[in-house]
């Protein structure tokens, strides 16, 4: 290791929210080690604690205000956001984390990396899996493959670029709408390990741990700590789709955990109204007899619209 | 050794021809092959208007479950997913290959492949970005939907015979044989946005960003070409290696590709030597008289009569529908 490599890194945290959400930034802040300095962006509304979008004095923030609804807003104004507390803090490095991930790993892992790269991602998932309760491979396919939750970027020039790549984007296409190639920030997010250099797809089973993965990766709890798949200490998780999402009882590890974590959030003023989940969006639950009429209707349907009455004669 | 193929039916052959000449011609050491979607029997082509190129017909791989595939797929679909299944033959079946290559019929090579060969050493599978730098604006097609339908394009890909490769192109076949649809909705777009999940399941992957390299029509703006001692250059000084000619239709020679709004030849001279030689090659391979010959796989369009009745019929099963979601 050479000295460069070595040398510590003024990083900030932030994290971006509505402010009903606070009491899981509480519990994120909370989490953090000492000494790490925490930011929060609010969009609709105002914190005490917080910087409001509305003042980062970006041009497009009324327009982007009146196009998008809330979480769209949260999501498209994280590069602002990244952007402004970089510059203001004269940071070296800035990590975003979800309102609603909980850390519970070792910083220097984080610190490590970004003396080595630009830019950590975290792919949703690591290995081929077919079919899990959250769904098929391919819903992953339309909503991105790294995950938007948590980000972290050194301050360069190559950063800089990103940054301002993502924000034009961001300002008039962070909306949900997969048919369109839209999911929110998220999906932009493909193209960074090939517009940019230095980027790390991180594939550490620990690191952001979420609903979306829980089919390959174990969560138990042991003496030394929490555990992914008996060995990987779990660095960070997110409990944005799993606080709405009745799939995380079969998994008791995180469920387990998924307690401890909303006690917390109680103790600092009662669990917020869950985020917006992806899956609940493209695979909403419903009632099996329900979904069997409709699948019957449905054919009834498709064999009047496409019974063939005669088929073409060869010219 | 190192093999490359295409895949198409006998309505591309012209391309295939191409694609082959230009191999023969820059890389005579590697073995080209024409996977042939289609049947030679059926179609009865004439001795002299069959390729120079070794033909390997789809029933001859032994596809299990083709007929469930021709089945439910177009002739693009089809085309597209049975590419890993042909990977696979030839990396199990054909003796002593240690690299296979994928081209689209509508590829032309200019260059020797030797730096691919070599990535082959260190890597086991190669694959091209759609976009190497970003696109500003919003024409099509732009960054959105190549977010749709995947950001490598898979009119290449290369792989290196090993573990890891073998293990992606079982995974390719699995999703294939039943989801190599379009259907943006779902995540589907044939057989390429499937491909976005390689870097992320698998390891050993690299992803080239040569200008010269899969230069089409979605990547023009980053690339612009010009013609020197009779070779094609891309950005001044990089030869270009392989170009695509993505939708483009020497019957109408004055659309760079049916696919794309961006670019014309007037806005964009410098494509000129690269198309006109293109259009000279499909002629020369006798283009028009491949074009006739519709795909044995692909079973006729129905057409469907009484629309307003059947309209009426469903009508209140709609509104059924509604009421229940």
């Known amino acids: 290791m050479n000295q460069n490599s070595s040398v510590r890194l003024k990083t900030i945290v932030f994290t971006v929210c509505t402010p009903d959400q606070y009491p899981f930034v509480k519990v994120l802040a909370e989490s953090l080690p000492a000494g790490v300095s925490f930011k929060i962006g609010t969009v609709a509304g105002t914190l005490e604690k917080g910087v409001s979008f509305a003042d980062l004095g970006h041009s497009e923030v009324a327009s982007m205000q009146q196009r998008y609804d809330a979480t769209a807003l949260v999501a498209a104004s994280k590069p602002f956001f990244a952007d402004y507390f970089l510059q203001k803090e004269q940071a070296d490095a800035i990590v975003y984390f979800d309102p609603t991930i909980w850390w519970l790993g070792d910083w220097s892992e984080i610190e490590a990396q970004l003396q080595n790269y630009d830019v950590i991602l975290t792919p949703r998932l690591t290995r081929t899996f077919g079919q899990s309760s959250y769904g098929d491979e391919k819903l992953f396919l339309n909503t991105g493959m790294y995950d938007a939750g948590f980000w972290a970027m050194k301050a360069t020039d190559n950063t800089r670029k990103l940054l301002k790549w993502w924000q034009e984007r961001l300002t008039d296409r962070a909306y949900f709408d997969v048919c369109n190639g839209m999911n929110h920030d998220q999906l932009w997010l493909n193209y960074i390990p090939i517009y940019f250099d230095k980027v790390k797809l991180n594939k550490n089973l620990g690191w952001n741990v979420a609903l979306h993965n829980l089919h390959e990766r174990i969560v138990t709890s042991t003496p030394s700590g929490w555990r992914v798949n008996q060995e990987t200490p779990l660095a960070f998780f997110n409990f944005k789709e799993s606080i709405s999402n009745n799939i995380v009882n079969q998994y008791a590890g995180a469920l387990a955990l998924q307690k401890a974590y909303l006690q917390r959030v109680q103790s600092h003023g009662g669990v917020p109204a869950a985020p917006f989940s992806v899956r609940t969006q493209l695979r909403p639950t419903v009632p099996g007899w329900k979904q069997s009429l409709r699948q019957s209707i449905q054919s009834m349907i498709d064999s009047i619209r496409y019974f063939p009455l005669y088929h073409k004669i060869d010219q | ?325």
């Open chain 2, 1 to 325: 050794m190192t093999l490359a193929f295409t895949l198409c039916s006998i309505n591309y052959l012209a391309q295939a021809r191409t694609l082959g000449d230009s191999l023969k011609r820059t890389n005579p050491h590697i073995r080209f092959i024409i996977g042939l979607v289609d049947r030679l029997d059926v179609a009865q082509v004439p001795e002299d208007k069959l390729p120079d190129f070794e033909l390997l017909e789809l029933h001859r791989i032994g596809v299990d479950g083709l007929d469930q595939m021709c089945e439910h797929y177009n002739i693009t679909e089809l085309n597209t997913a049975v590419k890993p299944y042909f990977i696979r033959y030839f990396f199990e079946k054909v003796p002593q290959v240690r690299n296979v290559i994928y081209f689209d019929p509508d590829i032309i090579v200019y260059q020797p492949l030797t730096q691919l060969e070599n990535l082959l050493e260190a890597n086991d599978i190669v694959v091209t970005p759609h976009l190497a730098t970003p696109i500003d604006d919003q024409l099509t097609p732009n960054e959105l939907h190549h977010l749709n339908t995947g950001v490598y394009n898979l009119g290449f890909i290369a792989l290196h015979k090993s573990i890891e490769a073998m293990e992606f192109v079982k995974w390719w076949e699995e999703k294939l044989f039943d989801e190599c649809k379009i259907d943006l909705c779902n995540g589907l777009f044939v057989d390429q946005n499937w491909v976005n999940f390689a870097p992320v399941f698998w390891n050993n992957i690299h992803v080239e960003k040569h200008p010269g390299w899969n230069a089409a029509y979605w990547n023009m703006h980053e690339r612009r070409f010009s013609q020197n001692k009779g070779e094609h250059w891309v950005n001044d000084n990089q030869p270009v290696v392989f170009f695509h000619y993505s939708g483009y239709d020497p019957a109408k020679p004055s659309v760079v590709s049916k696919y794309q709004d961006r670019f014309d030849f007037e806005k964009r001279p410098d494509l000129n030597p690269l198309f006109d030689y293109y259009r000279e090659e499909l002629l020369r391979n006798h283009n028009a008289y491949y074009r006739q010959f519709p795909c044995f796989y692909i079973k006729k369009e129905p057409v469907y009569k009484y629309q307003r009745v059947r309209q009426l019929l469903i009508k209140p099963l709609e509104a059924a529908l509604r009421l229940l979601s």
